[in-house]
């Protein structure tokens, strides 16, 4: 018999943070049922009242938090010991080890990474950048890009061009087409390269549920499985023959082929 | 004098717990200056040696780390307190409690996050269609969506979508257009549908950025003050003629204008 277990979410910001932890922690647990409830931007004590009244009416309620403001936190703490209610504050423990650390206080401002800075605004630009270069479009431009992804169809180009694109990498992701032959600047941009491949009975899979779902008329060239070992085949030449690190996709999430591009730009700069 | 201090993100696998950790904290302490070092796929002492050695080569390292494997995580420690490194486990201390809490052992199998399991295809499946109905494309269809988002023309409906998309959301991002009338099934169909609204000389202002980057070539009317007022209050008489409720995104970034949508869908949700 596997329990459910309602995690009550609760930040004084987005809860991308907590988000995470509780993510992580699920992965590690895989065998219960899990239920979550946000308690987003929470900065008063009449919200964590509502938290409280909410979690007293689940069973096996967890309460997850990344709040940095005390008289929330206080408020939390205390009701959980009352009501006898796992309550685990993620910064609680971080924050005074960094303080001794940093030889400084903490600011215990919440909502601290959403500050609308230049930082921020180069990741809207990324997003926007990449937005606009996915799936081949506006080659011209393609070549300002902190990436270029390469890739046959559906080797997971755009999922991955977005993912790093909202971590604030201008993306170009183009389709290797066959017989189709793609500009020079390419290949010469200083734009870290990657090559993305794909086990070819995998992406006859994939290519097979696309058309299924999409209703797409598509060649029947896209799912013929001698052509799709002929498109990887070639793709694979094409990245040796420009030295384009190559990422096998097959058994990868999006996080983790993104991780992995991350790595290589991470080990070209240090070669610089 | 601000210190520089060097933080390496340790994982097991894409590092995006610990990133989300990192900013946390970094956060509360804005004054400092901060370099990173990613240690992404770490699975073996080898690896962690190469850490170590990368530790001792910068002023001021900390090491964060979201390891579960016991080898690799001891050795770290180890090392950490031969030479003074401050190190933090951000799960080491949780996993044991939620133990307890679940009375069952964690299966500490790293990369447990990234299994390709349905939940991941249903994302992927959800940002596909974000990026398929992005700017009003596909006008059809976007009524399939789970979340429909209206706003004229740079209240970033775009950057909004594909991050709600990521986040397993199906989105729709139509734009307000003066004199183009909406097909009603956008404002019958079930999905959530929020109004995005800004100040009307903040628009102005971002929409000038916009021309200068891109060398738009648009028409006067799009920065010209007074259109803009009118834009913004007829995109307000839409919205509240069809109860759809208005998020003003003056000063909110993109995760907070997401996060305040998903907010309302708990909302409706508890409603039904």
Redesign the interface.
């Known amino acids: 018999m596997n329990?459910t277990?309602n995690f009550f979410l609760v930040s004084d910001?987005?809860?991308?943070?907590v988000?995470?932890?509780y993510?992580?922690?699920k992965?590690?647990?895989?065998?219960?049922i899990y239920k979550i409830?946000?308690f987003?931007?929470m900065r008063t004590t009449t919200q964590t009242a509502t938290l409280i009244k909410a979690c007293k009416g689940t069973e096996n309620p967890?309460i997850l938090y990344?709040l940095?403001e005390k008289k929330t936190t206080n408020h939390i703490i205390n009701e959980c010991k009352a009501f006898n209610i796992?309550c685990?504050g993620?910064?609680d423990?971080?924050?005074p080890?960094?303080e001794k650390?940093?030889k400084?206080k903490?600011?215990?401002?919440p909502?601290?990474?959403?500050?609308?800075n230049k930082e921020?605004y180069k990741k809207?630009?990324a997003?926007?950048f990449t937005?606009q270069h996915?799936d081949g479009q506006k080659l011209d431009t393609a070549v300002d890009a902190d990436i270029i992804i390469l890739g046959v169809s559906r080797t997971?180009k755009?999922?991955t061009s977005?993912?790093l694109?909202?971590r604030g990498f201008k993306v170009s992701n183009i389709p290797l087409v066959q017989h189709q032959i793609l500009p020079d600047n390419i290949f010469k941009s200083s734009a870290t390269k990657v090559g993305l491949v794909i086990d070819p009975s995998r992406l006859f899979d994939v290519r097979k549920t696309r058309i299924n779902?999409l209703n797409d008329k598509l060649s029947s060239a896209y799912i013929n499985m001698n052509t799709i070992e002929t498109e990887i085949k070639t793709s694979k030449k094409i990245f040796t023959l420009n030295k384009i690190p190559i990422i096998d996709v097959t058994?990868k999430?999006?996080?983790?082929t993104?991780?992995?591009i991350?790595?290589i730009i991470?080990i070209q700069k240090q070669n610089d």
Not at 111 to 116: A, F, P
């Open positions: 329990k277990f910001s987005t809860g991308e943070t988000d995470r932890i993510l992580a922690l992965a590690q647990f895989p065998k219960n409830h946000h987003a931007f967890i990344t940095v796992p685990f993620l910064l423990y971080l924050i080890q960094f650390i940093f400084q903490a600011t215990l401002k909502s601290g990474q959403h500050v609308l921020y809207i630009e997003m926007q937005l996915d997971s755009t999922p977005l993912y694109g909202e779902i058994r999430s999006v996080e983790e993104a991780a992995a991350i790595k991470e």
